[in-house]
């Protein structure tokens, strides 16, 4: 399917502010609030829009610290990656994990309470993750920019 102009301004609309009414969503968008909800239906059927979420305040959920944990496995196999990937995605902290391509295997986005509450999530679940040879945890002092929404 392709994305038409119209598509492309829903989408952008609804990546900000998510829980409008369609009525809201269709004024925005100047649609007539029928066509607005068969756009916005097919979008979700198509998978365009994937799901719905509420955003939470780490500092107010009492997680205001992200780490960044950088980790090198000591292989590559595929039995070692899907062993790792299945070990780090049952660590409630770890808000992402990508495979990169560069001197670190993975990159992890960790949030804790500080730096007390990380050695605890090392401890308990990052030393003991499969297969890891070496890990760089770096401490984000302040987030200068996050956006969940995708360029439309």
Do not use: W
């Not at 829009?49 to 944990?69: E, H, N, Q, S, W």
């Not at 299945?86 to 660590?91: M, Y």
């Not at 500080?114 to 987030?143: C, K, N, W």
């Amino acid at each position: 399917m392709l994305l038409d102009a119209t598509d492309r301004r829903i989408l952008s609309v609804l990546q900000r502010r998510g829980r409008m009414s369609n009525t809201e969503l269709s004024d925005t968008v100047h649609l007539s609030a029928s066509a607005c909800h068969r756009r916005v239906q097919r979008l979700e059927e198509t998978g365009y829009i994937r799901d719905y979420v509420a955003l939470l305040d780490a500092r107010k959920m009492g997680v205001p610290t992200t780490v960044f944990v950088e980790i090198t496995l000591q292989g590559q196999a595929d039995e070692v990656l899907e062993a790792f990937e299945k070990a780090v995605a049952r660590i409630p902290d770890v808000l992402e994990c990508h495979l990169m391509a560069g001197t670190a295997d993975y990159l992890l986005k960790v949030v804790t309470e500080g730096t007390e509450d990380f050695a605890r999530i090392h401890r308990q679940y990052l030393a003991r993750l499969p297969s890891v040879a070496q890990m760089q945890s770096s401490f984000a002092l302040r987030t200068v920019f996050k956006t969940t929404a995708l360029p439309v």
